[in-house]
């Protein structure tokens, strides 16, 4: 399948320092920054600096060294929050929203970091 990379989107931008974000931690594959509408007193979108559209998109063709950095950030930055349920954390959800049915609303691959609340249930009934 052909992914079509917009290199116009908003996080492309933010990439791009044309536009600004509140950084939380940048590595060498990754940026990780605050969402500008938070849905939990922390809500954090770590994205990968390549043009990945999705999820999937990602995980198929991204580098070992891509996807290592992008796993270990989202690692690190679960203790930077102090939310890993392992030490003493209240937990954490993380959230992957691919194409059409999950409502991606920007077309640059993304996981979403929510903690600081009870979450509830994964989903809404449809
Ligand atoms: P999606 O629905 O694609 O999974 O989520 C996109 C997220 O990006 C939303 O939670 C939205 O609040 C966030 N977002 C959209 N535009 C910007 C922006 O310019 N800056 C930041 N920091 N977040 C944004």
Do not use: W
Request: charged share 20%.
């Amino acid at each position: 399948m052909a992914y079509e990379y917009d290199s116009e989107n908003i996080f492309a931008k933010i990439l791009r320092g044309e536009i600004p974000n509140s950084t939380v931690l940048e590595t060498e594959h990754t940026l990780a920054f605050r969402d500008i509408t938070p849905q939990a007193p922390e809500h954090v979108l770590v994205i990968p600096r390549g043009e990945y559209v999705c999820f999937d998109h990602f995980a198929l063709a991204a580098s070992d060294a891509e996807i290592l950095d992008f796993n270990r950030t989202v690692g690190k930055i679960c203790a930077m929050l102090g939310v890993q349920p392992g030490e003493g954390g209240g937990g954490y959800r993380l959230i992957a929203n691919s194409g059409e049915a999950a409502v991606q609303e920007v077309p640059h691959m993304h996981v979403h970091i929510l903690a600081g609340r009870p979450l509830g249930r994964m989903l809404n009934p449809a």
